[in-house]
């Protein structure tokens, strides 16, 4: 980190060392050519190592002369095209020549802030970034022809060309907090820079090239493999990996992610010029084929420790900068980009230790920026008349939902996060260490982080609780922050029409949703936050949902899905007199696809429940043959159920909903086959002393979802069915 490069730098003279190496030309060395250009090459990355930290200063300033004459020498085109290693020493010569630029910046931005730092005292100046801005700009300017017509990949040159679009992008950025910053210089330079540089890569086939190799080394491909990574362990530091990719050289997303950060910055310009490239570049097909087959891809690839983590993270800002583009063009076209947000809801779940400044980006400008958001209300085939209303109230509130989600989320990042951009923006002051983390307990934000604000509600009111505190009121504060999630949930899950989107087991969603109800006794009876529960659970019992429901899954942070049931039925029971939205959230466990147990829970020691689960058939949202279907064969259930009914816990008046559904199993299993405990529910169907149970039992037909029972009734006595009536 910075403090041990400090403390080497002074005991050890370091800068003298370097310098020594750096001044001196390779054929004065004692050792091979090649050898000595790569002795040099290392000492310029050691130099621009202290440089990040902000050290060092007086050295580039001292020797600015001998590093200019260096620059002049190597940045001849003709020369460089047979001169391999000449081409990796001039992209380490750019490259500390940005560090540098991003040392007189920072400088300029802490005194126009009048703040301080604990750095010493740097001897850079804006005239040293002014004198070698020419020299590469003119280099880059004048050679980007003939540097598009590398088609492959595997080029030191592209490497040099994307290490000079970054110092043209850094200076640019910087020149912009300068006071004497011109506006209108700065939009003509830009225009220069779209016009020469960017626009003949837009147009290039290298481009094409480059874009189409991208899906074979991306992270996110489940046909990559890891064999291009090998793991160095040093003995001096045992646990310290030093990550060795092959293949980061020959991966385009180098230079696609320099092209793509200094378009951004033309972009920021917004002039209509660019709109028509920009537009065509974001709907490239393999740009296309990229996005579909990121979004039909569960996870990224996961390797050994951490040996892919540099190209994961590669993957992610190369996505990043994407994203911040399309955004732009959804401002200036008017026009939102389904599936660019669709891949900004996915990757904010896939960043890792050391993105925190991207999650920050995405939630403050990208997740909930009403031109980037896909706006389905002029969509008659994405929703139902019904349910615009909801959706519009969605769109004129994300400044709220916005807020709530920052309030929520990125107190898991901000311990973290300046540390984050000051090693991304390359800030000298907020660089400690330019080792990023290690992947350590997996990604900075869960895959349901959408419902996260609700699960940290419910968390409150239960620290509430255990501290012997009564909650019973929920404050409006934290209602309001439960209405925005669910906004945003239902949004979400209305663009996730293939759930390609929300990677988010159905189980574990409606988890989280009853965390609403068990977050305080009148919750749920706010009329916003009934809306979006209803439209929401309306989603969650389409067949395609229930369809893949399984009971059986594991749910973060619930031991047991049987255990939250249980205290869902005891909180319904405390606080709901049988509410419709409630009691309809209790039914869904309650299908014939969840275990046995989960189906007993409320015929055996919560049968008290029945008497105020008055829920009509007609509001039912679940289908009822999902109650129904297939039918019940477990004789245990069976007696449960008639017992319920036997002992008047269970009526067609008192809840008619599960009436019908024992109605159904008790007829059936009775008139189906053959079974050994027929006479078992035979005797207590004749034992019943409900005549009106008995009746329906007997001449019941099949369920009828729109009929008042719930369930049709033969008008004659089937001559199968004579045996119970005689028995009766």
Known sequence: GRNMSAQILEKCNLSTVLMRYIVADPSEFVLSTELSVQLKIEAIRTLTVCLRYGLATHVFSEHFSVFVEQLKHLLVFDTLQHNPSSVVLLTTLVNMLIAVVHVVGSDTQLTQNNRSTHLPGSDLCWSHVTGVRPMIMNFTRDNITPVLHITHTNNRMLNLFASCFNFIWTVNEHQQNRPDHNPIGAMETVENIFSEILSPILSSELLNVQLKSQWLYSMY???????????????????????????ISVSPVNFLSCVLRLLHHCLRFRSPLFLAPVRELLSHPSLTQYKESLMSTPAPLSCEGDMCLGLRRTDNNLLYWLLRISRWSCEMASESETDYYSVSVRLLSHLVAGDEHIVNDLLLNLLFHSSFVPNLCDDVNSVEGQECKPLKEVYSNFAGIRGVFLKYLQPMIN????????????????????????????????VDYMFQPLVNIYDQTNIVLSNGRAMEILPVELQTDILHTLRWIYLLEIIDKNNKIIRVPHLVKISRLM?????????????????YLEVILKLYSQRGYTDHLD?????????????????FLEHFKAVSFGDRIFSNFVMLPLQRSSSQTLQQTVWTD??????????????????????TD?????????????????QGYLTRHWCPVLYTVAISNISRFLFTGEHQHKIKITDSVRNMACKEARQHILLFNNVQPQTELGFSLYDQLPPDRQWLSNAL
């Open 415 to 446: 311990d973290r996060l300046r540390k984050s951009r000051g090693r991304d923006h390359n800030i000298p002051s907020e660089t400690e260490t330019l080792i990023l983390p290690p992947l350590v307990g997996g990604t900075l934000m869960t």
């Open 221 to 247: 491909n489940p046909c990559n493999s890891c064999t291009h990574c090998q793991t160095e362990h040093l003995s001096s530091l045992p646990t310290y990996h030093s990550l060795h990719i092959h293949n």
């Open 630 to 646: 297939p039918p019940q064969g477990n004789i245990e259930v069976l007696v449960n159920q008639l017992a319920a009914i036997s």
């Open 515 to 531: 965390c609403v109800f068990l977050s305080g006794s009148d919750v749920f009876m706010n009329e916003s936050v009934r809306v």
């Open 606 to 627: 919560h049968v008290s429940v029945l008497r105020i689960l008055n829920l009509p058939i007609q509001q039912l949202i679940v289908p009822l043959e999902k109650l």
């Open 551 to 567: 009971f059986n899954s594991p749910v973060p942070g619930v031991v047991c899905f049987h255990d939250l049931y249980i205290a």
